[in-house]
């Protein structure tokens, strides 16, 4: 499975955006980048992929690198509830993608 | 509220002791799975069953036994178990649809620890 890297936190201000980063260098040409959450306590969330192109959705958007070799999650204005583990992932949609590996993550930490 | 709900929420038990968990998808998917969370590592998949067969068994030990008697419900027997095996045990449902999982729903795990 191709690799990402996560800075392992970021810290950010209540009502500003925050920019969560991933590098994704060795990524092929059918992974998807997927963005997960973990809010304290909870399991993980689905916030957001894509594979190409921008995305953008109620909770977040995804700018993807032109080269794909990165990509970084955007929350337009962060809130105490978006305090939690932010992890990117690679998802092979030619292998029928049933394996969604987990890496470290990025803790995010919301300053009111 | 995902749609996944697993019980117990916490579990004690012995080494020799025998326990299930129990996963419950109210979404309508086709594909369930289980992981394993311990503390300061990443999530680890376990198993995947898609269509009600194992399409996944991540090098677990057979002390965990997984059973997917239909697509609405996961189980995990637990027999045996160490210390070790203490964790946050995840349940997931997808919908696969040709041949693309789409995304993961997660239930809020059980939390299991093992004397």
């Known amino acids: 499975d191709a690799k990402t890297t996560q800075p392992n936190s970021m810290e950010s201000n209540e009502e500003e955006p925050v920019h969560l980063p991933c590098n994704h260098s060795t990524i092929s040409g059918t992974d998807y980048i997927h963005w997960y959450r973990q809010l304290p306590s909870q399991g993980p969330e689905y916030v957001i992929h894509g594979l190409t192109s921008n995305v953008n959705n109620r909770m977040a958007s995804l700018a993807i690198a032109e080269d794909r070799k990165s990509s970084t999650l955007i929350l337009h204005r962060a809130t105490l509830r978006d305090a939690a583990v932010y992890y990117c992932?690679?998802?092979?949609?030619?292998?029928?993608?049933?394996?969604?590996?987990f890496g470290q993550g990025t803790r995010l930490t919301i300053n009111p | 509220e995902t749609g996944v709900t697993q019980t117990p929420r916490h579990l004690v038990m012995g080494m020799t002791n025998k326990k299930s968990l129990k996963c419950e998808q109210h979404?309508?998917?086709?594909?369930m799975y289980w992981y394993k969370q311990s503390a300061k590592k990443p999530l680890e998949l376990m198993f995947v069953?898609?269509?009600?067969?194992?399409?996944e068994n991540n090098s677990v030990p057979s002390r965990f036994s997984p059973e997917c008697p239909n697509s609405s419900h996961l189980f995990l027997h637990l027999h045996t178990l160490q210390p070790e095996d203490s964790a946050l045990y995840l349940c997931?449902?997808?919908?696969?649809?040709?041949?693309?999982?789409?995304?993961?729903?997660f239930g809020e795990g059980s939390r299991l620890t093992v004397l």
């Open positions: 997931a449902s997808s919908q696969v649809s040709m041949g693309f999982p789409g995304e993961l729903f």
């Open positions: 992932i690679l998802r092979d949609w030619s292998q029928g993608a049933q394996k969604l590996v």
């Open positions: 979404l309508g998917h086709n594909a």
């Open positions: 069953y898609s269509l009600e067969e194992r399409v």
